[in-house]
């Protein structure tokens, strides 16, 4: 994120970094700088899909350092990819770091790499916290800047794009934001939280008085998220730059800092980019002015209200406006209701799927849940069954398409995937998609429920908070390919009771009621935590097959939230443990009799029959047996699911198209 090469070189020279005590005070808060820093400081294991209890436990303590010392937060989020989509060619580099990483993670090495639902966990955990936050329609940068000038306050990012904005009280790095330190102070100023910050005015005295507002033009031209290096290197290969920072550490940034000094010599932008120009030749010179002046307008503070938001809870801006979304959908986005995935997905028929540590030689645990997003799309894009009957042999030119990003192996590429055709219900000229909140609930959680593949009348002995979740497993069950292991089912049931039982003996609230045996049960279970385990090697199947859950789960949650909540959104930290879940699965192996860990607790033993019944009740009962079939058989077998799975899902030249699978052509929606 940011301008190459600016934070190191802040960091390093350590000269434009002010001691801050931090207290009393707003703080504008970039979210996605913040969840990434918490996810990376609390996550023990990056291999096993992300233990979600530690990232919330530690967001929970950041926000009780800052209530401690009177700071009030606001957290901003970026939203989607915008209309103009200018980013995509630094996302798909993004993409493809994360597939290396994922990679690598995979074979043993080291590295970092965010769990698939952190944003969703975080999003949860600030709602649960109560702490104010908005949802950018795009990126949330110049949002950010204008809502912390508005205020007079402090922005707490780790995105170098802040030591732009000409900020008048400053960014504070998160790498200098001591939140575990908080210090006392005598007398009655109180407690504080240690940090630096960092001020544009300082930071442009070091350069000659550089004027600020040439900052913008030096940041484009150093390169950033949204410019091409590469269109620029004419003016560095024949721009003689004045020499700075000498030998050692500030060498590596000789670049940068020649840059600056030779904007410097300039009293303001425009007879900046005339000079820059000069190393142009004739013919490219007004791309180029264009190039730079439209990316400097990417530091001008944003002139969105968002002190409206925080006040009154309306977001408006001109993007969204002429995006021409339905109401309820930009006041959902603004909420966090719903997730920037559903706007790429909807103004620009393009959405990304990030990758996990998963078996990079079988198809993406995406995969899984490709008819679940092709219901979103449907809803998304309004297509009717109605279409396929009126013209059967023109499908492939009526029903919408999305592209996806999803790797192939061990490659970054893109498919497109047909929409599904919905029940006319949900498409026709009564219920479009601005009015898809008055269609009845009974009937879009039937939607929901069909599309997961189970019947409501399963469900009704899950706790509802389960529901969603339990609904997701079944549908997990039924579509993963390889097919779901006996022993990973009940670890994955196994850590759902653990969250219960978690849930349950922690509960403030003095109205629950708490039997003995769950305090017996959950005290056993965390002796049990406690003694290591003897074989620590990684299962990377069965992390694949845990990865396809997650990716169910992910799309469950977004269905489940396009459609208005028909069904209660689970909590996030007490439903999935990657640590844990590979643990219970690798003892289950070996131990069978962990199966009764929470034995000591007829509430949980009883919670946990109630879940394994209900979904091996949705698969034949020799579903989990072990295959006796002769190796011939096995391999037609094997040839055959090859076949379709090419035939269903595969990346493909930008002409072809994944074809819809009507799954509702036996739904009927009653009024």
Request: some cysteine; overall charge positive; glycine content about 6%.
């Amino acid at each position: 994120m940011g301008v190459p090469g600016l934070t190191g070189f802040v960091e390093e020279s350590g000269a434009f970094l002010t001691e801050l005590r931090l207290r009393d005070t707003k703080l504008v808060i970039d979210g996605s700088s913040l969840y990434h820093r918490l996810c990376f400081a609390s996550a023990v294991d990056f291999r096993r899909g992300g233990d979600y209890g530690p990232f919330a436990a530690a967001v929970g303590d950041f926000f009780g350092s800052l209530r401690a010392c009177r700071v009030a937060p606001f957290v901003v989020l970026d939203g989607g990819r915008g209309a103009d989509d200018r980013k995509l060619p630094t996302l798909r580099g993004r993409a493809a770091e994360r597939l290396r990483a994922a990679h690598g993670l995979s074979r043993g090495d080291g590295g970092c790499l965010v769990p698939l639902l952190t944003r969703e966990a975080f999003v949860q955990a600030l709602g649960r916290l109560g702490v104010p936050f908005v949802q950018c329609f795009a990126e949330a940068d110049r949002e950010i800047a204008g809502l912390a000038n508005r205020w007079g306050c402090p922005v707490l990012s780790l995105d170098s794009d802040f030591c732009v904005f000409d900020l008048a009280a400053g960014y504070c790095p998160l790498s200098h934001f001591q939140w575990q330190s908080v210090c006392a102070a005598g007398g009655a100023q109180g407690c504080y939280v240690p940090a630096r910050c960092f001020f544009v005015e300082k930071f442009c005295r070091h350069f000659s008085r550089l004027n600020r507002s040439l900052l913008p033009l030096f940041a484009v031209m150093n390169g950033n998220d949204y410019t091409d290096l590469a269109a620029l290197e004419a003016f560095f290969s024949k721009a003689r730059l004045p020499r700075g920072g000498g030998a050692g550490k500030q060498g590596r940034h000789a670049r940068l800092q020649g840059l600056l000094r030779w904007l410097a010599q300039f009293a303001e932008p425009t007879e900046a980019v005339d000079n820059v120009l000069k190393y142009f030749k004739k013919h490219q010179r007004e791309e180029i002015r264009e190039l730079l002046c439209t990316s400097m307008e990417d530091y001008t503070p944003s002139d969105v209200n968002l002190e409206d938001f925080f006040q009154n809870g309306k977001y408006e801006c001109e993007a969204a406006r002429k995006a021409d979304l339905p109401q309820w959908v930009l006041d959902a986005l603004a909420k966090g209701k719903l997730a920037p995935f559903i706007s790429d997905a909807l103004i620009l028929r393009s959405t990304f799927l990030h990758v996990q540590v998963e078996n990079m030689q079988r198809p993406s645990a995406h995969s899984t849940a490709l008819p679940i997003r092709q219901v979103i799309y449907g809803l998304l894009l309004k297509v009717s069954q109605n279409t396929e009957a009126a013209s059967p042999g023109k499908q492939t030119n009526e029903l919408p398409v999305v592209c996806e990003f999803d790797r192939l192996q061990k490659t970054l590429k893109k498919t497109f995937v047909q929409a599904a055709s919905l029940p006319t219900d949900f498409c026709d000229d009564h219920f479009p998609l601005d009015k898809l909140m008055k269609v009845p609930m009974s009937c879009r959680q039937m939607l929901l429920l069909e599309t997961l593949g189970v019947k409501m009348s399963f469900l009704e002995s899950i706790p509802s908070h389960l529901q969603l979740p339990v609904a997701v497993t079944c549908y997990w069950i039924c579509c993963s390919e390889p097919k779901v292991k006996l022993h990973q089912l009940k670890a994955l049931l196994l850590m759902i009771v653990s969250g219960e039982l978690h849930r349950i003996t922690n509960d403030p609230d003095p109205t629950v009621v708490r039997a003995e045996g769950d305090s017996i049960a959950y005290n056993e279970f965390l002796k049990w935590k406690e003694n290591k385990l003897q074989n620590t090697g990684f299962d990377l199947d069965a992390a694949h097959s845990f990865c396809q859950w997650q990716c169910c789960l992910q799309m469950g949650l977004y269905l489940n939230q396009l459609l208005c909540t028909p069904l209660s959104e689970p909590d996030l930290t007490r439903l999935y443990s990657g640590t844990l879940v590979h643990r219970l699965y690798q003892e289950l192996k070996s131990t069978p009799s962990v199966e009764n860990l929470f034995s000591s607790s007829p509430k949980m033993t009883q919670l946990y029959q109630v879940l394994l019944n209900t979904v091996e009740s949705t698969v034949s009962p020799d579903f989990f047996q072990e295959m006796t079939k002769t190796k011939s058989e096995s391999c037609k077998k094997k040839k055959a699911s090859s076949k379709k799975k090419k035939a269903i899902r595969r990346a493909v030249p930008e002409t072809q198209y994944l074809c819809n699978v009507n799954r509702f052509a036996s739904l009927g929606v009653d009024d």
